[in-house]
Structure formats: structure tokens, C-alpha cells
């Protein structure tokens, strides 16, 4: 079939002709006229006119002049993928898919691969271990001198340890930099900076580092928790009682107190009762 496209001499509408067949037929208008006719306006509509008129009604079992484009086989497609179906899962195999099943790496990708991660983790390993190692050393032996601290601030500390942990004190952080102490008693402002330079003084002397170096007491906190409150310092040079961070303790107000104060006569007065 040689299918070319048409104009209708009726309605105008563009038609797919089979230049093979002698009559075409508008599938707009249902005009039906010769295939030439309607092939040639399209190759020269110039002063055609479509007076676009009624067309009488066909008879059902006419012959029919419509061009009908052709479809795949989607029976054809439907049967395959049927045929294709796993009868057991019930699940279909699509045809055209790749799983990571169908595709298998070379052994010498695998080699590398699993060589380069034994090597990163090795490497991890190997500079984290010792790091830690070397902290935990230097902690413990800060960890020795606390009591010299507390002594020098003369601040009422408990520095026993039960199982590794002290009651009355925290050493921590990266490079053993943070030191919070809780006193039984309260301080002065003048004990918390007598403490934080004595806490300098045993970190430096562990750490190997001069009173000079800024690492002597850069990123060096101290915190005191005492009942007159909360002081911190960090990472001051010159220590003096103006550059602590004072904190006042939460004080009870009226209500709680009246509150506090009613509880045991209510109690009293019930047990009497």
C-alpha cells in the first residue's frame, strides 16, 4: 500500500490516501471522491474552494476507503511476557532489564577493592590507636596531680577515685582540656583562679608546653560547681577574677518556700487525725 496524504475537496481536512486505490474517503466529513483529486489539492491547494456540504448516509456494508495506520503486535508482545512469567513467584521477568546479577566484576576489580579498604581501615587504625593511647596516658597522669590543683585553690574537693571514676572531678576532652571540679564548700573568686593556674601548670608540664606557648592555655577550660554557684574560665592568658563566668545558684522563691514550709504541718495534722 503506498499511503500518501490528501486534502478533502469537501471539508478541507488533511487524509492519508492509498494512492493505490481509486477512492479515498474523509474520515471528518465521510466525502467520498476519487484518491488523484484529493492528492493533487494537497500538492496545489491555490484557489480551491471546500464548500464543506452535508454527505449523504452510506450503507453499513459499503466499502470503506479509509487508510487505517498500522499497530504493532500487542498480542504478540502480551504472549511473550506471559511466557516469560515465573509460574511459581508469579512474578514477571522483565525482558529488557538488567539485575546486578547479570553483571559481575572482573577479579582483579575485586582484589583492589578489597585491598584499598583493608589498607583505609589499617590506616584508621593505625593513627587512631595510638592517639588514644597517648590521651589516655597523659590523663591519667593529670589525673595524679588533681590533688596538687585542689590543694594549691585550696577549693574542698573529693579526688578518690572508685573504679576509675573520682567523685568530686571530670577531667575530659581531646587533649585533656577541660577539668570541672565540685566543691562541697563555697569559693571565692580568687580560688577559682588560683585553681585554673595550677590546672595550667600540670597540663603544661605534662603536655611539655611553656607558660610562653599559647597552647599552654589555649582551649583550657575550668569549671567550679559549688553551692554559691557556677565560675568558668577558658582559655584566658592572664588569669584574674574579672574574666570568670559566674553563674548564681537558682534560689528558692516565696511560694516554694510557703509551700515547702505548709507540707510537714498538713502531714502532722493528718497523722493526727
Given amino acids: 500500500m503506498a499511503t500518501e496524504q490528501g486534502i478533502c475537496k469537501n471539508c478541507g481536512s488533511l487524509l492519508m ?3 493505490r486505490d481509486e477512492l479515498c474517503e474523509c474520515v471528518f466529513c465521510d466525502c467520498v471522491f476519487p484518491s488523484a483529486e484529493a492528492i493533487a489539492i494537497f500538492n496545489n491547494p491555490d484557489g480551491v474552494e471546500f464548500p464543506n456540504l452535508p454527505q449523504p448516509k452510506r450503507d453499513s456494508k459499503a466499502a470503506r476507503h479509509v487508510v487505517t495506520p498500522v499497530f504493532e503486535n500487542v498480542v504478540e508482545k502480551a504472549v511473550k511476557v506471559d511466557q516469560a512469567q515465573n509460574k511459581e513467584t508469579r512474578k ?3 525482558l529488557f532489564e538488567i539485575s546486578p546479577d547479570d553483571i559481575k566484576a572482573p577479579k582483579k576489580v575485586k582484589r583492589v577493592v578489597y ?3 583493608a589498607v583505609c581501615l589499617l590506616l584508621v587504625l593505625g593513627i587512631s590507636i595510638p592517639l588514644s593511647i597517648v590521651r589516655h596516658k597523659h590523663k591519667a597522669n593529670i589525673s595524679d596531680n588533681i590533688q596538687l590543683c585542689v590543694t594549691a585553690a585550696k577549693i574542698s574537693v573529693d579526688t578518690e577515685s572508685d573504679d576509675g571514676y573520682a567523685a568530686g572531678y571530670k577531667l575530659f576532652g581531646q587533649e585533656n582540656n577541660n577539668l570541672a571540679l565540685v566543691s562541697t564548700d563555697d569559693v571565692t573568686e580568687e580560688q577559682v583562679v588560683e585553681a ?3 590546672f595550667c601548670a600540670i597540663r603544661g608540664e605534662e603536655y611539655g608546653y611553656s607558660a610562653d606557648e599559647a597552647r599552654y592555655y589555649k582551649g583550657v577550660v575550668l569549671t567550679v560547681y559549688a553551692p554559691n554557684g557556677k565560675f ?3 582559655g584566658v592568658k592572664d588569669a584574674s577574677a574579672d ?3 559566674f553563674t548564681a545558684p537558682e534560689t528558692e522563691t516565696s511560694e516554694d518556700a510557703a509551700a515547702s514550709s505548709s507540707a510537714p504541718e498538713t502531714s502532722a ?3 493526727s487525725k
Wanted: proline letters at 0%; glycine letters at 0%; charged letters at 40%.
Fill in 269 to 271: 495534722s493528718e497523722s
Fill in 92 to 94: 514477571v521477568e522483565k
Fill in 17 to 19: 490516501v492509498d494512492s
Fill in 243 to 245: 574574666k570568670i563566668e
Fill in 232 to 234: 568558668k574560665m577558658a
Fill in 115 to 117: 585491598i584499598t579498604t
Fill in 196 to 198: 585554673y593556674k595550677s
